[in-house]
């Protein structure tokens, strides 16, 4: 992935990932420092990451064994390149490692919060308390720092926990700062990228709009463009820049497949109509979804199928808009994210978790030029550029909603009755959280139909043979990674009841508590 179009004049950090689980958050924890970064496998030879003129690299945590036969490597020509380095956890360890330093089994293992000593605060720990709690995640560990390098910090079982070198400026440390468990992580990352990397601090909401705006108007031109508007936050701030760019050149389509929860497309376009004033047009394409969908049970072929008949809409869209006209609609705006980007595998080297309707999922066919303003954004940050740009919290805030909507919610075959009963059951439960004053508390909270799936129960003193439907209530801020919630027994009880009771072909409510990672937060 090359660096965001309107984005060079800003200070690029690569954070290079080794498998960690966390690499998408330390990515977001530079931005948060406002330093643009980009994520980068660890197989990208060291002088393509070079010749991205980066003014920092950070290497990440990973789950293998500095030693081990096939453990994954770095060049150590980077270490001398000149161009400041940061390792963390494995990172840390390659570092040490690739310098001279030692990095040993001690037969001791530090999991979770654990107690750190600072002895010298140098540079990369300035002004953090000398006795703090850091979260780590190693069996191995540095037992000597290389020639140069300055111990800042230890633990009861990890004699070197943190070492810097200013002078070539390079730095590490054996916990995650990018955690929130790390109590004065972010400190610490800001500290090696403002005060031993030098990077600027230019990554900021104001700026980021301008640059999407400006790009955005760069690549379209004088030509039109239509967006594919799906009613999330995403989509609706991907239309406000385009807007902003391009003016009435712009129209918005929403298509209703038949996918979206009980009322949602009547409230869409109101919200929608009333905050952008942009031109908008409705699709109703159920019987199309439906038909295509019919049969289908594999769930990268559900989001194929539903990406391609998106944009089977979009061109038919594209000919009821200009009429007779002889002009042609060239550009799609979508409201593609980072996140979708990688997880669609669409990084340099990144495996493909699942094909996202927008991005993975795309017909090969193809004829419009995608306007992707939000492509290289976090979620966090999509929200901030849309109240920049004047947008209520209605949309801003709302709560994700996927593209492929409740087609991935649906175990199993997509049925109009199916669909049906999920929609049900879907409102009673956010009508509960609503009630109870947890939707600004709560991430999202998917409902998901088990349809293949049946369970006895007793109702009225009859046997049930119906459906269990699972409530998957998560808490993120990126959307990379996700803990489920502690939702109060109250309120699940509640939903429990009303939709056992109100959704007849339910007779099971189930609760998901598996967190990203290792589960999604969508099922499928």
């Given at each position: 992935?090359?660096?965001a179009?309107?984005?060079?004049?800003?200070?690029?950090?690569?954070?290079?990932?080794?498998?960690?689980?966390?690499?998408?958050l330390?990515?977001?924890?530079?931005?948060?420092?406002?330093?643009?970064?980009?994520?980068?496998?660890?197989s990208?030879?060291?002088?393509?990451?070079?010749?991205?003129n980066?003014?920092?690299?950070?290497?990440?945590?990973?789950?293998?064994?500095?030693?081990?036969?096939?453990?994954?490597?770095?060049?150590?020509?980077?270490?001398?390149?000149g161009?400041?380095?940061?390792?963390?956890?494995?990172?840390?360890?390659?570092?040490?490692?690739?310098?001279g330093?030692?990095?040993?089994?001690?037969?001791?293992?530090e999991?979770?919060?654990?107690?750190?000593?600072?002895?010298?605060?140098?540079?990369?720990?300035?002004?953090?308390?000398?006795?703090?709690?850091?979260?780590m995640?190693h069996?191995?560990?540095?037992s000597?720092?290389?020639?140069?390098?300055?111990?800042?910090?230890?633990?009861?079982d990890?004699?070197?926990?943190?070492f810097?070198?200013?002078?070539?400026?390079?730095?590490g440390v054996?916990?995650?700062?990018?955690v929130?468990?790390?109590?004065?992580?972010?400190?610490?990352?800001?500290?090696f990228?403002?005060?031993?990397?030098g990077a600027?601090?230019?990554?900021?909401?104001?700026?980021?709009?301008?640059?999407?705006?400006?790009?955005?108007?760069?690549?379209?031109?004088?030509?039109?463009?239509?967006?594919?508007l799906s009613?999330?936050v995403?989509?609706?701030?991907?239309?406000?820049?385009?807007?902003?760019?391009?003016?009435?050149r712009?129209?918005?389509?929403?298509v209703?497949?038949?996918l979206?929860?009980?009322?949602?497309?009547?409230?869409?376009?109101?919200?929608f109509?009333?905050s952008t004033g942009?031109?908008?047009?409705?699709?109703?394409?159920?019987?199309?979804?439906?038909?295509?969908?019919?049969?289908?049970?594999?769930?990268?072929?559900?989001?194929?199928i539903?990406?391609?008949?998106?944009?089977r809409?979009?061109?038919?869209?594209?000919?009821?808009?200009?009429?007779?006209?002889?002009?042609?609609?060239?550009?799609?705006?979508?409201g593609?994210?980072?996140?979708?980007?990688v997880?669609s595998?669409?990084?340099a080297?990144?495996?493909?978790?699942?094909s996202?309707?927008?991005?993975?999922?795309?017909?090969?066919?193809?004829?419009?030029e995608?306007?992707?303003?939000?492509r290289?954004?976090?979620k966090?940050?999509?929200?901030?550029?849309?109240?920049?740009?004047?947008?209520?919290?209605?949309?801003?805030?709302?709560?994700p909603?996927?593209?492929?909507?409740?087609?991935?919610?649906i175990?199993?075959?997509?049925?109009?009755?199916?669909?049906?009963?999920?929609r049900e059951a879907?409102?009673i439960?956010?009508?509960?959280?609503?009630?109870?004053?947890?939707?600004?508390?709560i991430?999202?909270?998917?409902?998901?139909?088990?349809a293949?799936?049946?369970?006895?129960?007793?109702?009225?003193?009859?046997?049930?043979?119906?459906h269990?439907?699972?409530?998957?209530?998560?808490?993120?801020?990126?959307?990379m990674?996700?803990?489920?919630?502690?939702?109060?027994y109250?309120?699940?009880?509640?939903?429990s009841?009303r939709?056992?009771?109100?959704?007849?072909?339910?007779?099971?409510?189930?609760?998901?508590?598996?967190?990203?990672?290792?589960?999604?937060?969508?099922?499928?």
């Open positions: 992935m090359t660096q179009p309107g984005a060079e004049e800003h200070d690029l950090v690569l954070v290079v990932d080794f498998g960690a689980q966390y690499a998408q330390i990515a977001r924890r530079v931005r948060e420092a406002k330093v643009y970064s980009e994520i980068v496998p660890h990208m030879p060291v002088e393509e990451m070079l010749a991205k980066p003014k920092a690299i950070i290497l990440s945590g990973g789950p293998s064994s500095v030693y081990a036969e096939d453990a994954p490597a770095i060049d150590n020509a980077l270490f001398t390149a161009t400041p380095v940061f390792g963390m956890c494995y990172g840390f360890q390659l570092m040490a490692q690739g310098l330093g030692t990095v040993d089994d001690n037969g001791a293992r999991y979770g919060r654990t107690p750190v000593t600072v002895g010298v605060s140098g540079t990369l720990l300035k002004d953090i308390p000398p006795a703090h709690n850091v979260w995640s069996g191995d560990s540095v000597e720092a290389p020639e140069g390098f300055t111990v800042l910090a230890s633990t009861a990890t004699p070197v926990a943190a810097e070198n200013v002078e070539k400026q390079l730095a054996q916990w995650h700062p990018e929130l468990h790390s109590e004065h992580g972010q400190k610490v990352l800001e500290h990228l403002w005060d031993i990397a600027r601090q230019t990554w900021t909401i104001g700026n980021i709009a301008e640059d999407q705006i400006e790009r955005v108007r760069e690549q379209i031109g004088d030509h039109r463009a239509i967006c594919a009613g999330g995403d989509s609706a701030v991907a239309a406000a820049i385009v807007a902003k760019a391009i003016g009435d712009l129209t918005c389509v929403y209703d497949h038949g979206m929860r009980k009322n949602e497309s009547v409230a869409i376009e109101k919200a109509r009333e942009a031109e908008l047009k409705i699709v109703d394409a159920e019987k199309e979804f439906l038909d295509a969908l019919a049969g289908v049970t594999d769930p990268e072929e559900k989001r194929k539903i990406g391609r008949e998106f944009i809409c979009f061109e038919r869209a594209e000919v009821e808009i200009l009429g007779d006209s002889d002009e042609k609609v060239a550009f799609l705006v979508q593609t994210l980072y996140p979708d980007v997880e595998g669409g990084g080297g990144t495996s493909n978790i699942k996202h309707h927008n991005v993975g999922g795309l017909p090969e066919d193809l004829e419009f995608l306007v992707e303003p939000l290289e954004l976090f966090d940050e999509v929200r901030a550029v849309g109240s920049q740009l004047g947008l209520p919290d209605e949309i801003v805030q709302r709560q909603f996927p593209g492929p909507g409740l087609g991935i919610r175990i199993g075959e997509v049925t109009k009755e199916r669909l049906d009963i999920l879907d409102a439960a956010r009508e509960e959280m609503t009630l109870a004053g947890l939707d600004r508390d991430w999202q909270m998917p409902v998901v139909l088990l293949d799936v049946r369970s006895v129960g007793v109702q009225g003193d009859g046997r049930t043979y119906g269990p439907v699972v409530l998957r209530p998560v808490t993120s801020e990126d959307a990674t996700a803990d489920w919630a502690r939702l109060p109250e309120v699940m009880e509640r939903i009841t939709i056992t009771n109100e959704v007849s072909e339910i007779n099971r409510v189930t609760v998901d508590i598996t967190s990203k990672p290792p589960g999604t937060i969508e099922w499928e």
